[in-house]
């Protein structure tokens, strides 16, 4: 029977699987299917994905793993050896363990099914294997339950290519932990973690996390599990995205359900994340994390609020700090029932695990891949300008816009006299053209944030060069090519402005100072419109802050806020106020350390951000967690700092550049490092959350400074210090970003639910992108619906359009969209609509409605009653009639099956008779009760008895139901066979 089966695989697999699983495809709602197709033997099975291409093989009670159809002979033949653990390497060879005698290690080279025997365990060198893994240079390492010099279980490794390099690293003896965990976590200095199931210093026997130093050859305990503290029985690591090293515990801590727990292996840190509870508790297998940290598992025995100890599927969401149940398996339907393994990420970020007699897959989880976060929508990033050297070298970003749409920016070097340039972007060619070169007496090293007045002149400062090499302020007229050098400094007016300026609608410019001033800390000053005199509104003096990097911002009532870089109660920077018609700059907030150990960061380097209810945000470069910088809030109201987001490397490093915001309150931003290339990334936050939209690599540029700006599509502008064709930077662009660029104005219902008819509409306004040119082009909408405003590649497309517009030089189109329903596969929960406006070969301009909806997520629900014939007769016909209800609020129409049964009276689990499995359409709307009829032929061999019919509905979950408990019916009238 196993030959005929796997001949037949790869014929008849797609069409079997698929008519189960396609369905459910594109289901937002949680929901378990079942994909079983003939067992090879226990404790191996394998089942197939949608295309037949895929195979997951269940490895014991360990975890679920992913071959491919040409690996089935390979793996029949391990199994056929009582053979599991199978694990694959780049070649395509096949490495697993086996239980004969103390277990062995074997390998099968690829395309053939010969079982070669690699290390075979004695109980001195260790007995019963777990798990292994394969280190970067193709080393196998591994643990042992047992054996041993202690029969305590061992530590081992050697080379597959060579078992004679075979080597014990550790023997374990109880107080540093017995019977070792399967899953190994091998950081990049080859040091090994892991756990053990008992045993430590502890008073309890609770378990370990272990290290093996590689550098000591020492194996060292950790951590000892106290059962009342920490919880005892821990499961295998699973390393982050964070570099941290997440498990869980059996049972133990206060409510003795047991936890989830971090780990830090670079400090040895140990952090309970959460107490499992009711539902969740229990957790046995190692735990799965995703991209945003977000830990997802299973439980063999949690859920008994709800379906007697079936086991449950959880997620711990790291944002809000919420554990939820993903799934409760119940005892009427076994797909997924006790799930021992842990969970497989398919390539649609669904979570297949294993239960006792099957394999699930949950659709639908919110699950984060790495493919989401380097990229968020259709985001592209360009490199729109590199830099020569002539043309400048080392690029600035804050560049600005003129009406035409011409970009200017300033280089801190290259140019003429290599000491920094200002240029043009042409708004039609694209072309760089060198406006004026800095040769010293004009000024020395541009810095970054220019700003343009209603005249279209544009303003910047220069570090050095002026009449005392201490900094200028100037002005370029770009009509006339004029560049003036409106004032410079001189030690006691302030020295090396490094922040750019701020202009208010009068023409007054305001900005710092590095050095110089009263106390050489630095200064705050004006020049008044229409001169050249710089005024001093404040010194620095430390306590008050010191060293300001970034510049200042004005309120509606002339107050200027900034942060100082230094400074401040703690030397670690300050948040300070100039109040309108003043010289005094007062502290409001200090940071408070460095070095990792900052609870508000360090360093601010940035000018802030003045948000519509007062706050302020802004960055710091150093301080946070991993002293890699953090986005920080300053609520004035109430006096409070407080770390929106702290970076960690991955989502950027080290960010000296400012933020802005879009039309619903997202933020964008820089970091000078970080990322995929180490080169930088651009990041949004969105109601605290962050997601990396781009990560820079090198031909894009290298090292962003200064702050973002916005096109008129929405596209993100930016420039790069190095990086590009000569290493000098460049400029770049960021098109499809998600930017929210305005509201549209929107007309819904206060409530809908979810796929139900509702009658709205939305205005969405399409400006030319051009103040020159007409613009004659086809569009594409997209209408999508957010729950955080803030575009996402989940957020559930609602309808797309395509209109032709013809819009003239600098004006706005219209379009009018009718809403007639909403997703039905949205969630309980509050929803804006996001409008993308796409012209054929452009870039997606985003708006958000400027209205909401409040949704109720779609529920179905079938329950009712039987009722029985008075009497059966074996070998004809009856019938059971069934009043159904659709307990839901949304309608049911699909054909439903359901299994018609007779259940002896008193007869215990187990006894009941299967009669026929039908099905039939269901078209019941929300509320109502229909009664159905089916037919049935009672077997011939029926024993003569009393019985109950039972009906039982959608037995394989084909129908996603709010509650799967009430789905069997029993009939009241009891039947007498004679």
Do not use: C, H
Request: proline residues 4%.
């Amino acid at each position: 029977m196993r030959r005929k089966f796997f001949s037949r695989v790869r014929s008849v697999v797609a069409a079997q699987v698929r008519s189960l699983m396609e369905p459910l495809e594109d289901r937002r709602l949680m929901s378990v299917v079942t994909t079983p197709l003939t067992p090879l033997s226990s404790p191996a099975e394998i089942f197939a994905d949608t295309n037949g291409t895929t195979l997951y093989w269940a490895d014991g009670a360990q975890e679920v793993r992913q071959f491919a159809v040409a690996d089935i002979p390979a793996i029949e033949a391990a199994d056929a050896a009582s053979a599991t653990g199978l694990i694959k390497d780049s070649t395509g060879t096949i490495f697993g363990i086996g239980f004969a005698g103390n277990g062995s290690i074997f390998k099968i080279a690829p395309g053939t099914t010969t079982i070669v025997p690699l290390i075979t365990f004695n109980g001195t060198n260790g007995s019963e294997p777990e798990d292994i893994i394969l280190g970067p240079d193709g080393t196998i390492y591994g643990t042992t339950a047992n054996g041993g010099a202690n029969d305590a279980g061992t530590l081992y490794k050697f080379d597959p290519s060579d078992p004679t390099t075979f080597v014990t690293l550790a023997e374990f003896n109880g107080t540093n932990g017995q019977s070792p965990n399967s899953g190994l976590f091998l950081d990049d200095s080859g040091n090994l973690f892991g756990t053990t199931d008992r045993g430590g210093s502890g008073t309890g026997d609770d378990g370990t996390i272990f290290k093996f130093d590689a550098s000591t050859a020492s194996l060292t305990t950790v951590v000892s599990f106290e059962e009342a503290v920490t919880g005892r029985r821990p499961t295998s690591l699973t390393a982050g995205p964070d570099g941290l090293l997440y498990g869980a515990t059996f049972a133990g801590a206060p409510a003795g359900f047991g936890t989830l727990f971090s780990f830090n292996p670079s400090n040895n840190a140990f952090e309970q994340v959460t107490e499992m509870n009711d539902d969740t508790q229990g957790p046995e297998t190692a735990l799965t994390v995703d991209a945003a940290g977000n830990i997802f598992g299973v439980t063999k025995e949690g859920g008994t609020s709800g379906n007697n100890d079936n086991g449950a599927a959880f997620k711990f969401d790291r944002t809000s700090g919420q554990l939820s149940t993903l799934r409760l398996f119940n005892i009427n339907t076994p797909v997924g029932r006790y799930p021992n393994s842990k969970l497989f990420i398919d390539a649609n970020g669904d979570l297949i695990g294993r239960g006792d007699t099957s394999i699930f897959k949950i659709a639908g989880s919110g699950f984060i891949q790495s493919a989401d976060l380097p990229v968020l929508g259709d985001s592209s990033i360009s490199a729109i300008a590199t830099f020569d050297g002539a043309n400048g070298n080392g690029a600035n970003g804050g560049l600005v816009r003129d009406a035409a749409g011409n970009r200017y920016g300033t280089t801190s070097g290259g140019g003429t006299s290599q000491q920094g340039n200002l240029f043009k972007i042409d708004a039609t060619t694209g072309a760089i053209t060198s406006l004026f070169s800095f040769s010293g007496t004009d000024g020395n090293s541009p810095s970054e944030n220019l700003v343009i007045d209603s005249a279209g002149n544009i303003y910047g400062v220069t570090i050095l060069g002026g009449a005392n090499d201490l900094g200028t302020v100037f002005r370029f007229n770009p009509a006339t090519s004029t560049m003036t050098t409106l004032a410079s400094f001189n030690g006691t007016n302030g020295s090396v402005p490094f922040a750019g300026l701020t202009i208010d609608s009068a023409g007054n410019l305001f900005g710092t100072t590095l050095e110089g001033g009263a106390n050489a800390k630095g200064t705050v000053f004006k020049i008044a419109a229409g001169t050249s005199t710089i005024v001093t509104l404040g010194s620095f003096d430390g306590t008050n802050g010191s060293t300001p990097y970034g510049g200042v911002i004005l309120d509606s009532a002339g107050n200027l806020f900034g942060a100082a870089r230094v400074g401040g109660a703690s030397d670690d920077g300050a948040i300070y106020k100039v109040a309108a018609g003043t010289t005094t700059i007062t502290l409001l907030k200090s940071f408070d350390g460095a070095n990792g150990n900052s609870t508000t960061g360090s360093e601010p380097r940035a000018k802030l951000l003045l948000l519509a209810n007062g706050d302020l945000v802004g960055t710091t470069s150093r301080g946070g967690p991993t002293d890699d910088g953090t986005v920080f809030r300053y609520t004035p109201i109430s006096d409070t700092l407080t770390t929106v987001l702290s970076f960690d490397g991955s989502n950027g490093d080290g960010p000296s550049s400012g933020l802005i915001a879009d039309a619903a309150g997202n933020l964008y931003g820089v970091t000078s490092s970080g990322g995929a290339n180490d080169n930088g990334v651009v990041y949004r936050i969105t109601n605290g959350a962050t997601a990396v939209v781009a990560s820079i690599a090198g031909a894009q540029g290298r090292s962003p400074r200064g702050d973002l700006t916005v096109d008129a599509d929405g596209s993100l502008i930016g420039a790069a210090n190095a990086g590009g064709n000569a290493d000098n930077g460049t400029v770049f662009k960021l098109s499809n970003a998600g930017f929210i660029f305005g509201t549209s104005d929107a007309t819904l219902p206060a409530t809908a639910i979810a796929g139900q008819k509702i009658k709205g509409k939305i205005t969405v306004l399409f400006p030319n992108p051009s103040a020159t040119t007409a613009f004659n082009n086809t569009v594409t909408i997209n209408l999508r619906t957010s729950q955080d405003v803030g575009l996402n590649q989940d957020d559930a497309l609602l309808l797309t359009a395509t209109k032709k517009l013809k819009i003239k030089a600098g004006g706005t189109a219209t379009i009018k969209l009718p809403i007639k329903s909403l997703p039905g596969t949205l969630e309980t929960g509050t929803y804006f609509l996001l409008a993308e406006v796409t012209p054929t070969g452009g870039a997606t301009r985003t708006t958000v409605s400027d209205d909401f909806v409040s949704v109720t997520a779609a529920t179905r629900n079938l329950t009712g009653t039987a009722t029985g014939p008075a009497k059966l007769v074996p070998a004809k016909s009856a019938k059971v009639v069934l009043a159904i209800t659709n307990t839901g609020n949304a309608p049911i129409s699909e054909v439903v099956e359901f299994a018609v049964n007779a259940v002896p009276v008193g007869g215990g689990p187990g006894t009941a008779v299967a009669i026929s499995l039908q099905t039939k359409t269901f078209k019941i709307n929300a509320g109502q009760t229909k009664k159905i009829t089916a037919s049935f032929g009672v077997p011939p061999n029926l024993a003569a008895g009393t019985y109950n019919i039972q009906v039982a509905l959608d037995p394989n979950n084909g129908l996603v139901e709010s509650n799967e408990q009430d789905n069997v019916l029993l009939s009241t009238a009891v039947s007498t066979v004679s």
